[in-house]
């Protein structure tokens, strides 16, 4: 690969060679964002969908399943978006702290409903 000579980026004291941007549904997780990461540029892990694709979000419809059944309408729809929320949230936390287990570089979130 010929050298593209492409600048480094600088925040504050941070100095990275760029950064992987964030792709949801489970391309941009631990794996991809580690590996950018120990190759000195900042990676992204993707918060979207990863709640469902981890399982938690079909767990939690189960677990609250009366709830969800004596619901309609709007309520339900409040219901279904607050567990959600709740499955990306304890998805997302797992997957920063596997994560920062592969690597100590620079990592970022990209949150999106």
């Known amino acids: 690969m010929a050298d593209q000579n492409i600048p480094s980026l600088e925040i504050g004291n941070l100095k990275i060679g760029g950064i992987q941007g964030g792709m949801g549904l489970g391309i941009s997780a631990k794996r ?23 399982g938690h979000f079909a767990e939690l419809i ?15 729809k409040k219901i279904y978006d607050e567990i959600y929320a709740l499955a990306n949230h304890v998805a997302l936390i797992e997957e920063i702290e596997e994560t920062r287990k592969l690597t100590k570089g620079v990592i970022g979130v990209n949150i999106m409903y």
């Open 32 to 54: 991809l964002a580690s590996a950018s990461a120990n190759a000195g540029w900042g990676g992204t892990i993707a918060s979207v969908g990863l709640g469902a694709i981890r």
């Open 62 to 76: 189960k677990i609250n399943r009366d709830r969800i059944q004596k619901a309609s309408g709007e309520e339900r």
